[in-house]
């Protein structure tokens, strides 16, 4: 692999420098921001963090402008946000939630259980809502809901058609967002303005696309956000970003593939800029379409697993900014198990002998292009090319626009595809059902093809299971299943790594997903 190296770095190289000039040609570009405060702190990620009106949370809980139910901490640990406590019945189809008092919302609406009600009817009557973040449907999030009531001032029930022992794991943060119930439209489901929420930064501006402004909420019920300003820019290039950071057009990056990895490096040359880490939600994948041959064959999908070096991967094209993997739970999940990472290529050879019977296959790998901003999709997709001709696949690669890409997979025209895929919850059978069932979601939309009678009797038991000890054997056995047989091929949890400048900010630090943004300060 040392010829890969070599490779990397000198691509590196070059995107730097490219990087570098077109730091003199944005120079003030970001300086020139409408509605500029002088004390704002500028950061940015690479996709609209505030897509507007028609997405179900209008903002990404990135700017902690919306508070949920129940949430995870900084590291991933399930908590209560706006819900202080928590009891269900005997055979968990009811669910009781104390809120907390003293919570106003951004517009001077009080928090309490009748704003909670008017949140859950909004999802009863918006349906599927599609976002860059996680897409909302409330029969999804909540299977067997039947509706949700008034206790008193600070309690409500949830009520459902069948149990729900995972409902907490569930509701954890995108799944239980809470808005003032005058910022939204209850027939539509759409925002009617600014989003407004019990967090410790309102929305202050935005201009859909290009950024949105935040102001401290000095009514917030905790801890006061350090900073009163910040504002949020979108910047899709990952060349942009860097050059703005280098020329402090921006302070910091925040968001899933903040910075490309040779981008981080070169920074953390410059003693200004410093690096935090955390675990974050997501994970790697390979999709292969299991419709088409030789890939319905499951020694086919084997071979391909045991030959990709995931260790080699994670050290040359995402230098190490995640951990390789097989299992599809990422390691967030506290379902998830530990896999040994093997690759053994001579195996891998004579499965796919055995499968091809000497023909060879053109293959089409897809990239889509948010990817290439955020990750080293192209790299690795030439290393696929370079090892699968081994197998006797010969790869022809496509880097498509999102609503390109979406076209050709939900049609079924591909054979591979790179992306990423997140965990919205913390229940694996949010992940793996969709996956491993013959009519599930990810399944039937991109054509996996994925059929394993095993994994479709164990879905269907799992809905009566009460007992934990029972339910979590059967998490264990769907993930070996998925190691064994995969509908998917792993390659790497991640790693949120986020660079900012250290000489600037202090209380900087990364999180599952994004960063201590209330915490943020210039020095």
């Not at 949430?71 to 968990?92: K, V, Y």
């Not at 027939?187 to 929305?203: E, K, L, M, Q, R």
């Not at 069932?437 to 939309?445: C, D, F, I, P, S």
């Not at 790594?497 to 209330?518: C, K």
């Amino acid at each position: 692999m040392e010829h890969v190296s070599f490779f990397l770095r000198k691509c590196a190289a070059l995107w730097v420098a490219a990087a570098l000039f077109l730091a003199m040609l944005l120079a003030g570009v970001l300086s020139s921001t409408e509605g500029a405060h002088p004390d704002e702190i500028v950061l940015a990620a690479a996709r609209d963090l505030a897509p507007g009106e028609k997405d179900p949370y209008y903002i990404s809980s990135i700017a902690k402008v919306w508070e949920p139910l129940i949430e995870t901490d900084n590291d991933g640990h399930i908590r209560g946000c706006l819900a202080e406590s928590w009891e269900s019945s005997e055979d968990c189809t009811r669910w009781r939630f104390k809120l907390r008092q003293g919570i106003w919302f951004q517009d001077g609406e009080p928090f309490n259980a009748a704003a909670v009600v008017q949140n859950y009817l909004r999802w009863e009557h918006m349906g599927y809502r599609s976002s860059t973040f996680y897409g909302f449907l409330l029969s999804r999030v909540y299977p067997g809901y039947q509706g949700i009531r008034q206790v008193g001032e600070y309690e409500v029930e949830l009520r459902f058609d069948r149990p729900q022992p995972m409902l907490i794991y569930r509701m954890i943060n995108f799944s239980s967002p809470i808005f003032s119930p005058r910022c939204f439209d209850m027939d539509s489901g759409d925002f009617t303005g600014y989003a407004v929420g019990t967090g410790p930064f309102a929305i202050a501006d935005r201009k859909p696309g290009q950024w949105v402004l935040l102001r401290r909420f000095d009514g917030y019920h905790g801890e006061k956000a350090k900073s009163e300003y910040i504002r949020l820019v979108s910047m899709p290039n990952t060349a942009t970003r860097f050059s703005a950071l280098k020329a402090e057009e921006i302070l910091g990056v925040v968001d899933i593939g903040a910075m490309a990895p040779s981008f981080t490096i070169e920074l953390l040359r410059d003693p200004r800029f410093a690096v935090s880490a955390n675990r974050n939600t997501i994970n790697q994948y390979l999709t292969v379409n299991q419709e088409h041959w030789p890939f319905s064959d499951v020694r086919m999908i084997r071979a391909i697993s045991l030959l990709m070096d995931r260790e080699a991967i994670v050290r040359y094209y995402f230098h190490p900014q995640s951990e390789p993997t097989v299992n599809m739970l990422n390691f967030c999940s506290p379902f998830a198990k530990t896999y040994p990472v093997t690759r053994d290529e001579a195996k891998a050879i004579r499965l796919a002998e055995a499968v091809m019977d000497g023909k060879r296959y053109q293959a089409k790998l897809l990239i889509p292009q948010y990817g290439l901003s955020r990750y080293s999709y192209k790299e690795v997709a030439e290393y696929l090319q370079m090892e699968l001709k081994k197998l006797g696949i010969d790869l022809r690669i496509l880097i498509l626009d999102s609503a390109t890409h979406g076209r050709y997979t939900s049609a079924g025209n591909y054979d591979f595809s790179l992306g990423t895929h997140g965990m919205a919850n913390y229940a694996p059978e949010s992940l793996l059902q969709g996956y491993m069932t013959a009519e599930g979601m990810e399944n039937k939309l991109y054509h996996i093809g994925y059929r394993n009678e095993e994994a479709e009797e164990i879905f269907r038991r799992l809905p009566g299971m009460l007992d934990m000890g029972e339910r979590r054997a059967l998490y264990d056995r769907l993930q070996d299943i998925a190691v064994e047989a995969p509908p998917i091929l792993p390659i790497d949890s991640d790693y949120n790594v986020v660079v900012y400048n250290q000489a600037a900010l202090t209380g900087y630090g990364a999180t599952t997903y994004g960063v201590t943004i209330d915490k943020i300060a210039r020095r």
